[in-house]
């Protein structure tokens, strides 16, 4: 069959006309349910490692200085959750996860701190531990030789060398002077003190909490502990 010149160049125009239209055609994005959406986020959110905090009252100061912004957080059975931890929860979108048991073998203990200290005092409330506010320095020695005999204690004062000296003239009492994490695993894991004294300035809140979790590893004095006697043996 014989196509005439007129035939030949319909048919192009109509080529062309075609081509064109679909170089016009917008191109369009997959579209995504949401319910995958909502599976890609909460993988996303089990990919990320939870925030444990191990506290039995749980307020805002404890949740920002965990860092719980945006995060999920794992809380100990029975904790507390404080208005202000709530609206923490609600105005940065925390995710609260499982619930933790208190872990076995472990032990708390009071912070007894003089003066003001609020990274010690939310580091105390994140790791279970009491809070007992004292005037001074030596209010702070009274304070733990009365709760010693009961309870691991840490002593945030202005003057930690003096009051870990005072302490230690009780038989009773193994007091460390703390400035810094360096030595402090083999410190508590040599000595097993049961009292801890810091100065009220000077430690981040995850210092404090990993000086309270080592003292919490500890009971009882270790098994190389001997006591000097008089005259000077030991």
Known sequence: MTLSAAKIDEIVRNVLRELEARRAAPVTAPVVSAAVKSAEKSDSAEASPAVVIRGRV???AVLAASGAAGKTVSLMRGAIL????RDYIRKYSVRLSSLLPQPEGSVSGLVLIAGKSPTAQSAAQAAGWKVAPVDEGFAAVTAARAAVAAQRVICVTEDPSIVA?????????????VTGQK???????????NVVCLASEGWSFNDLTRLLRLMSSVNGPAESWKEIVPGGTR
């Open 82 to 85: 404080t208005p202000s931890g």
């Open 183 to 193: 030595g402090l695993d083999k410190l508590i894991r040599t000595m097993h003190p």
């Open 165 to 177: 000296c005072l302490l230690n003239r009780d038989s009773a009492v193994r007091a460390a002077v």
């Open 58 to 60: 749980i307020s805002e």
